[in-house]
């Protein structure tokens, strides 16, 4: 889906003026945007596995938490730009834990044992890994409909941002940040229930 | 379905749902007509509307332990216990009532099982020792840790002592407490946190659902320490970590800092205590409008100062004048009333606490309490001028070293006064003659330091050493009539200034005290020994060796002739000629001398239990250092035993026993026993001297050792750190600052901070060049650990010459001492990374055969070393030989209890790479 093999480092500073580019109405920043955090977060990752050793867990949130003290720590940030960070960490979020979960769910079924495994953080909340794939799958169905409200369902459960932070985030109202999420909500629940096609 | 149909289904969604439900179904019928499929979808979507409690409404990223959690059930047995019920479920996992039942008594119980995501495997030697620490922490207002463990499925668990309470903020409502009443008991909280921090424990999650009060009106603290046991944040370097990087457990009462990721330390407890305040005060939270917005409320805890406690109840109107109203009647008072209580030194109070910057903050708890007593008290608070405290401590930090100096002076010169008035009391029972001298003496003491009530004495004009000098001065002046008098002062003063480490003073003093006592006509010849013992201790402390030697001769010589009356005096001596002789690793001379002192000690009549004690310590270490650590040991335990008798159990030489233990643990590879007998005397340490004291620095530096034994580097640097900086208030630069520069030194450089480490190694180098001459084996040890830093660096040149120059330095020392195949063993490891596996073979061997006779059998220097023989087999070819000596240092590390883990993983790597690669 995303490209991940950029090896550059994107800094807090890069990071900072692509945010304010896409303030100043760069669309076309957001997706840069998004790869610089992206490529952040998965080498963030990366490194983690090559350090951790066999058998460990990692947490998912300490990445998306490490992610956004390194390029944000000591930075004066306004709310907008922080809305627009944390909304595009919480797409990195879905990717990086549904690409978990797939490991996961093929060390289940025998794979290389001695793998490091990403998080207990959906244990901790519940959210088996076989329900996040569904949710996943239910989002990629949803995104051919609405695309708008995969990204507020993004923001929302992935990301914990509040109606506010997603109304910045993604540059419309909260009242229709609060519809959207209702009517995606409604549609995800039934569809998990059971699946249209 | 097309997204057309998916707009139009959530439009008539929207529109159906602004009309009432009995409306719907017409409104929909008569939208859709027989458009089957958008109907269908709208139902749908309103039905699945109706779900409230999915999965989809909690994000992910800050969710907490589902409902859902498979509880144990009732009856099922962990450890002692068995459960009951639930009695309650949070963020980290469930809470269980259970009942000890094992046995004649039973208990009731509280055991937290943490959700598995808390936890990491890898961590259970950290959690197990972790929580020995805290069972130990003993307060009546901190709930107890009983015990601990591992459920069948994996979950770890903590036994707990079981409150029937409720949350301090409930409680205090309930009972409609006073603001008074409130303060009160909040006191018992800050006491409760205040002890914990002087055990060295923070609690880093500190909220009203962790403080409960009893029936009694008795807050207990729950869950002390328990955050710190949670998974660190794994994505750090190993350097960071030093920072205390930890996940935030409840976000709404973080500290800036913990938000931040930066250090978090008991100043993080003190802005908590000041969240429980608030909200014990103005019934809310500062960020409770927030709590459901995660990145709003760390941008708040950052950025955003709290309104202060009495501005919670300006504006209020309509709804919220009644909320206030009710805040106000649960304290039993009026809005107005409570308003003024608040205006002033309690808004003051609350605010310094929640300052964003830590060092803004009451530097403790103990402070914050302090405080709230003297507003309770109508004194006046250290908040209340604005800055006032802030300058004060800007004052201290600029003015750090001789005020430090001053106060831990102080308690040591309190301290020998004090000891030196009994034993001249003591004296009472002598002739008249000496009666009367006695007396003269206790009189000057206290005449002279009768002002050292640490209390009331000591500003910023007067310190304890300018105290000291005044007292010398005193003595050299007042005394010139009675220079019997006037000597016996100047050994006391010199023997003063030497326990404050003014070793130049003490010198001068002594020596003064000899000058008098040798031109004297009466001499007694036994004063002439002690004041000759004391001189050479003296010269022995600052390292002027040759000096010491001679006065202590002297000692001895004129001491064998004493009569049995004075064979303390002499055993005094012949004791101070041993310690000579074991610093200077002649440790055969040392023996000798040891054993002498002790069989006076042991039969002679009237021997002083302590003498025997502290006698029995220092020969324990020699032994120790010997390599002959068994019977080192149980010399310290017979020692510790008296001690225990003799002083009870709350006396700094009992500290010091439990610390010569731990050394002694350590080498025999005990690291968890070790690390338990240091939070022991530690503890002990800081309840009997506070925290700056010069005896902290060793405690600490013993379990920094223990722990880079242990490979926890990154704690060791911690530590260390405080002691070096610790030592260099004290005393400045001294050799005992430069041991412990070059151990923390070691500590960095495994954390790969090689520049830091090197200062650290060339300055320690120049002092003890300077204090211990070119030729003393520490010497030879800076050298080791500076090539080993060099060859971790890469200079292997550099690392070679160091390793070269070093080893005639260990040559030197007496044979079993465990540091004497040091240099080879590093130089042979060299070699091996240089490819010259001969070379390191030929090291290796005479060193392994050295090490077996001063290390335990198994120590992990063993292991290693047959390791590095195993490569060097490999190198020559003998896959066969290598797999064996390999397999052979596994083994020795694998049946280690306390093992680095770090060292098992290079051994299997290098027995991987042996075992991988074709012979070539």
Known sequence: ?197 | MDADTYRRAGDLFDAALERPVEHRRTFLDEACHDDVELRREIDLLIEHDRQTTGMLDRPVLFGSTSEETADLAEGTRLGNYRIDRVIGRGGMGVVYLATRDDDEFQREVAIKVLASGWFRSQDAWRFHRERQILARLEHPHIAHLYDGGTTAQGHPYFVLEYIDGQAITTYCDLHRLTIRQRLELFLQVCAAVGFAHRNLVVHRDLKPGNILVDAEGNSKLLDFGIAKLLVQDPTLRSSQATQDHQRVLTLSHASPEQVLGQTVTTASDVYCLGLVLYELLCGISPFADVSNKPYELIRRIEETEPPRPSQTFLSASGEAQDDTSRTAAHRSTSVVHLRKALQGDLDAIVTKALRKEPELRYASAAELADDLSRHLENRPILAGSPGAGYRLRKFLRRHRAPVLVASAALLVIVGLVGAFIAALAGQVEHTAREKQKAERMVAFLIETFAVTNPDESIGETVTARELLDAGAHRIANDLQEEPEVQATMLDAMGQIYQQIGLVQPARELLQKALDLRLAGPGTEPSALVSSLTHLGAAYAAGGQIADAEENLQRAVEIGRGLSPDHESTYAEAVESLALLMRQLYRYEDAERLFLEALEIRQEGTGSHPPDLARLQHDYGILLREAGRFDESGQLNRTSLDIRRRYYGDLHPEVAASLEELATVERFLGNFARAEELIHESLALRLAVHGEHHRSIVDVKNSLALVLSDWGRFEEAAVLGREAVDLIEQLSGKTTEWATLASNLAVQLTRLHEFDEAEALFLEALEIRRRDLGDRHPLIGQTLLTLGRLYRRQGHLERAEEMFTRARPFAESLPAGHRARSYPAVALAHLQLELGNGVEAEQLLRPALEELATSHVPGHWRIAMAWADLGRARRMQGDIEEAERHLERALGYLEEAEDDDPGRREQVLSWLDEVQRQPEN
């Open chain 1, 1 to 197: 889906m995303m490209k991940s093999e950029s090896s550059r480092e994107a800094t807090a500073g890069e990071v900072t003026d692509w945010l304010r580019s896409w303030d100043c109405g760069d669309e076309a920043a957001r997706e840069v945007v998004f790869e610089l955090v992206y490529d952040e977060l998965k080498s963030s990752a990366a490194g983690l596995l090559r350090r951790e050793r066999a058998g460990h867990t990692l947490q998912p949130t300490a990445l998306v938490h490490e992610a956004y003290l390194r390029m944000l720590r000591g930075r004066q940030m306004g709310w907008q730009n922080r809305c627009h960070f944390f909304g595009i960490a919480s797409r990195v979020m879905r990717q990086v834990l549904v690409d978990h979960s797939r490991e996961r769910a093929s060390l289940k079924r025998g794979g290389d044992r001695k793998k490091v495994t990403l998080g207990d953080d959906l244990e901790a909340r519940n959210l088996k890994t076989d329900e996040l794939l569904a949710v996943d799958q239910a989002l990629t169905h949803l995104e051919s409909l609405d695309a708008q409200q995969v990204r507020i369902v993004e923001a929302r459960f992935f990301g914990g941002l509040s109606v506010e932070e997603t109304a910045e985030y993604l540059s419309i109202s909260a009242t229709s940040v609060k519809r959207h999420w209702r009517r995606a909500r409604a549609w995800l629940y039934s569809e998990l229930s059971a699946p249209r096609n």
